[in-house]
């Protein structure tokens, strides 16, 4: 028999995920509805604390939902070889690094802005005259 030891508030408590989000994920099915005392609350097992944590760290990674739900699924067959899981993981990583890119791009282009002009009057300004055409930009962003 399993034992649910965790109200909604200690799950949140423990996982640092917030009740209406706790809430939300099983709204939407990514955390199964848990069963309920005779006073209506929510309880909680250690099956559901250890998915809500994988839930958040893949949140915290920046993982869509889709992404997300197909991880979950994925994670469910233990037996099953992780290749699917693995590019999952190696998409996210692909986007990364394409936002870093565009982001030390954006960094260099803002960085020019200021070093090219004096810092004299707006009707003298370097980074307005920039903003104001997108010509003059080193990189579409």
């Keep these: 028999m399993r034992s649910f030891d965790y109200s909604i508030g200690e799950l949140a408590a423990e996982t640092g995920v917030k009740v209406p989000t706790i809430r939300y994920y099983e709204g ?4 199964p509805a848990p069963p309920r005392t005779d006073g209506n609350q929510r309880r909680y097992d250690d099956g559901a604390l250890g998915r809500l944590r994988f ?3 893949a949140r915290a990674m920046g993982f869509p939902m889709a992404e997300l739900r197909a991880m979950l699924r994925i994670a469910g067959h233990k037996d099953a070889p992780c290749e699917d899981i693995d590019a999952l993981v190696r998409a996210r990583l692909t986007e990364i690094e394409e ?5 030390t791009a954006l960094k260099g282009e803002l960085s020019g802005m200021l070093a090219s002009h004096q810092h004299g009057t707006v009707g003298e300004c370097r980074v307005v005259e920039v ?3 997108h010509e003059q930009c080193g990189h579409s962003h």
Excluded: K, P, V, Y
């Design 55 to 57: 839930i958040a760290h």
């Design 99 to 103: 936002r870093i890119a565009r982001l």
């Design 28 to 31: 939407i099915g990514l955390l």
């Design 131 to 133: 903003l104001s055409d």
